[in-house]
């Protein structure tokens, strides 16, 4: 599997970055500024995305809603909380930061299960 992490505080992407290369998952690529995040989202081909609520003080609301479109999960990332999200994005996997290891791995499970393929005993 492959990600694109969407992020913009250094030590925030250091960190999922070593996280998603703990699980198996190759980190395929960053942005940390809307316009950037835009054109990889639309662009790349990656099976699951990380993505900061907020960009250099813009929303990744567009961002968020291009992954939709193009059926690719994805995990939130965010400060903030769910208060302030468009009706259309409270349904998704949010993380609040900080957030330990095991909390991230328990959202980037719950959006990529159906990904992974089952193993049988």
Do not use: C, W
């Not at 992407?13 to 996280?19: D, F, Q, T």
């Not at 081909?45 to 250099?56: G, K, P, S, T």
């Not at 208060?83 to 719950?110: I, M, R, V, W, Y």
């Amino acid at each position: 599997m492959r990600a694109l992490v969407i992020e913009d505080e250094a030590a925030i992407l250091i960190l999922v970055e070593s996280y998603l290369q703990e699980a198996g998952i190759e980190v395929l690529d960053t942005a940390s500024r809307i316009e950037e995040a835009m054109e990889k989202a639309a662009n790349l081909q990656f099976d699951v995305a990380i993505l900061d609520v907020n960009l250099m003080g813009k929303n990744s609301y567009d961002v968020a809603k291009m992954l939709r479109r193009r059926n690719i999960p994805f995990i939130y990332s965010t400060g903030y909380g769910r208060a302030g999200l468009p009706t259309e994005l409270e349904d998704l996997t949010l993380l609040s930061k900080p957030f330990t290891q095991e909390q991230f791995n328990a959202a980037l499970h719950g959006v990529t299960a159906h990904l992974r393929p089952s193993k049988t005993v």
